[in-house]
């Protein structure tokens, strides 16, 4: 079954991607999702200057997924041109990228076009980090502005990563009218957890962002909310760990599905997933845009 892919201005062998900051730090570990089956891959997100992060712990196993509070850690656009040059390969190569504010995430993307990303995937929506991420991904007129800044500089392809704890629909729409080509829905939730032996939370920056099993069903509302209205390509990530999940997602109006969580179990989930697809398709008598959006109404 051709399960090939097509994301405005880019085509991926399959519809899964690795999701940003899962084994995108370097161009060893991005080779080895490669080998997993991936059909594109989204990188750490990378900023202005170097940032070490929050104080751990930083990431921790909950019953249903994940609880993680990096801090955006990355060693900037500076240092990372060389790994995501060494990167290039058979699948396309999205960069993730962020800043306070728009001109700071033009210089990220100017300083990276160089090293030839196939596309910038932008974080608006990262749940903590103070003064990034969701701090400015609930304001559309933000979004709007960054997502134009962006466009207007570059001559890739551009995603803007949403977070849901906004009007999702209102955010998505801003990002459409500034020039994106596809928005990413959705990013981790805020959560936390306390040790009842300390008595302390558990994260060294005591709260820090969901992810796996548990926010799958809010993302898939979250797709489904947004293929109502927008008129550019939606990617789903959020909780998918089976080629069913990624069904599910497709169904809701997604063109593509991002896998974060589910690479911890597994490195080659991708090529699991797209088997899935493929042998569900097969039975069903379906190809893939038969099933796109079907579920909404």
Not at 178 to 206: H, Y
Not at 215 to 229: E, F, G, H, R, T
């Amino acid at each position: 079954m051709d399960l090939t892919t097509y994301i405005k201005g880019l085509k991926l062998r399959n519809p899964t991607i690795l999701a940003a900051g899962i084994l995108g730090s370097s161009a060893s570990s991005i080779k080895r999702v490669i080998r997993g089956g991936a059909g594109a891959i989204v990188t750490k997100s990378i900023g202005v200057v170097p940032r070490d992060g929050h104080k751990g712990p930083v990431m921790i196993k909950t019953e249903h997924g994940f609880l993680n509070a990096m801090g955006l850690a990355n060693p900037s656009y500076h240092e990372f041109k060389r790994e995501l040059k060494e990167s290039k390969g058979e699948v396309p190569i999205v960069a993730s990228i962020f800043g306070g504010n728009a001109e700071e995430f033009k210089e990220v993307a100017l300083g990276l076009i160089e090293a030839n990303p196939d596309a910038f995937e932008l974080n608006v929506s990262c749940p903590h980090a103070e003064g990034y991420g969701a701090d400015i991904g609930e304001d559309p007129n933000a979004v709007e502005n960054i997502t134009r800044a962006v466009k207007k500089a570059v001559n890739v392809p551009v995603w803007v990563k949403l977070s849901p704890l906004t009007n999702i629909v209102k955010i998505g729409l801003a990002a459409q009218r500034g020039g994106a080509d596809a928005v990413v829905a959705i990013n981790t939730i805020p959560a936390m957890a306390i040790d009842t032996e300390s008595c302390f939370p558990v994260l060294g920056n005591t709260v820090g962002g969901l992810s796996g099993a548990a926010i799958k069903p809010v993302a898939l509302k979250c797709v489904y909310d947004l293929y109502s209205m927008l008129k550019i390509d939606i990617i789903g990530v959020g909780g998918i760990s089976s080629w069913k999940d990624a069904i599910e997602f497709i169904m809701a109006g997604a063109s593509a599905i991002e896998i974060g969580s589910a690479v911890y179990e597994d490195i080659r989930i991708f090529r699991h997933i797209s088997e899935g697809i493929s042998r569900y398709l097969q039975n069903k008598g379906f190809e893939l845009e038969d099933i796109r959006g079907v579920a909404v109404k």
